[in-house]
């Protein structure tokens, strides 16, 4: 059994106002083709397929097409998840048409529906609460675990007191993992912050940024008997556990201009069931590299754009208290990569400037009501407030 893992599409996205959508064209027909030549039996999306809640029609559209070419009539299985970009009742409604082409979109943790096909390379046989399980023209059998993103709010659970969002989300895997066996190929999908074997300090404080305000799941509670875990929500490719093939495959392209330095992939694993994950590779996608620069005059900054017109660019213009105005409009004009410009004039940049970017979301908190009491938050009503900002900012995201 081959499988390809992606997640994190975001299809509509923008970066800086600037629409990626034709960017992610390109993207979503390269991954159909790595499909095509690796001759993947499975393509597993762990979560984020979308930006926004209500994407736009164009968006949709690419998504369905991406979707149906990736299933090639119904030979390749396709099982994508809800992220906390997604609405899960409006991806899990689109399985009315989906099924029929062995695709399944788990939007909520309910028993997975299926249509069986016949005549084809793979397909399915039965399903479970969140699970639902394939076989193969060669006799291969394979279990999928689903846990679309979790939180209090999408699984109707109310929180109990102490109670922590780690435990339960071990909880509410349980009845998906239920569906393994010793004889079947097991695989895992969810989409969730948790920490990789020995984190690194400058790692930790990359995963801070990502999570905001949302609960981190310990690792423990996610190994399983699978025999592949398919991880989404971290834009970069990191193996989490390398004992137990625990992976985010990362974003497919870079959203934001923090994310300059890392390359976007795809996974392509071979797994059986006796023998477990044989070969785990990393297969780089064709994306546009975005870039910072800063520059003192328009002479650089043209001489910069002009040998990285392949790359998408934000310009600052530093220590100039003044830039002519049909100077940025010509640059706009003539070089569509450049997305954004801005200017720092000399007397802001020597100023010390903490702005919410710079904060946590606890930090913005405490800030907040100090600056209103005169005294900090109680321990006890900040970290109620951040469990609010973990289910409303996440569901609005």
Request: net charge negative.
């Amino acid at each position: 059994m081959r499988i390809l893992h992606t997640a994190d599409w975001h299809i509509g996205c923008r970066t800086d106002d600037f629409l990626r959508i034709e960017e992610q064209k390109q993207t979503c027909a390269e991954i159909v083709k790595i499909a095509e030549e690796q001759k993947v039996d499975m393509v597993i999306i762990a979560g984020d397929i979308y930006d926004t809640f209500l994407p736009s029609a164009e968006a949709e559209k690419l998504v369905f097409d991406t979707l149906m070419a990736l299933s090639n009539n119904g030979n390749r299985a396709v099982i994508a998840i809800a992220g906390n970009h997604d609405d899960p009742k409006r991806l899990r409604n689109a399985n009315v048409f989906s099924n029929a082409h062995n695709i399944f979109l788990v939007g909520e943790m309910e028993k997975i529906p299926f249509v069986t096909l016949k005549d084809k390379n793979i397909c399915a046989v039965s399903s479970g609460v969140g699970n639902i399980e394939f076989k193969t023209k060669s006799g291969e059998k394979v279990v999928v675990a689903t846990m679309p993103f979790p939180s209090y709010y999408r699984y109707k659970q109310i929180k109990k007191e102490n109670e922590q969002l780690n435990d339960s989300v071990k909880e509410w895997f349980k009845p998906a993992l239920s569906g393994f066996k010793k004889d079947t190929i097991n695989i895992a999908v969810s989409h969730l912050l948790t920490y990789p074997v020995n984190c690194t300090p400058d790692e930790f404080q990359n995963y801070e940024v990502v999570g905001g305000a949302i609960s981190f799941v310990n690792r423990e509670n996610i190994i399983s008997k699978a025999h592949y875990t398919a991880l989404g929500h971290v834009h970069q490719l990191i193996n989490v556990d390398k004992a137990h093939h625990i992976y985010y495959s990362g974003s497919t392209i870079n959203k934001f201009f923090d994310d300059i330095s890392k390359k976007n992939y795809v996974i392509v694993a071979d797994i059986d069931a006796k023998n477990g994950v044989k070969n785990v590779n990393k297969i780089a996608l064709h994306t546009k590299h975005l870039m910072v620069q800063r520059v003192s005059s328009i002479t650089e900054a043209i001489n910069f754009i002009k040998v990285n017109q392949d790359k998408l660019l934000k310009i600052i213009f530093e220590n100039m208290d003044f830039v002519n105005p049909q100077d940025i409009k010509e640059i706009r004009n003539n070089y569509p990569n450049v997305i954004t410009i801005s200017v720092e004039p000399k007397k802001i940049q020597e100023q010390i400037i903490v702005t919410k970017k710079d904060l946590s979301t606890k930090e913005i908190f405490e800030k907040f009501v100090e600056n209103k009491t005169g005294q900090k938050p109680e321990k006890e009503l900040t970290e109620l407030f951040l469990e609010l900002m973990g289910e409303v900012v996440y569901e609005a995201d």
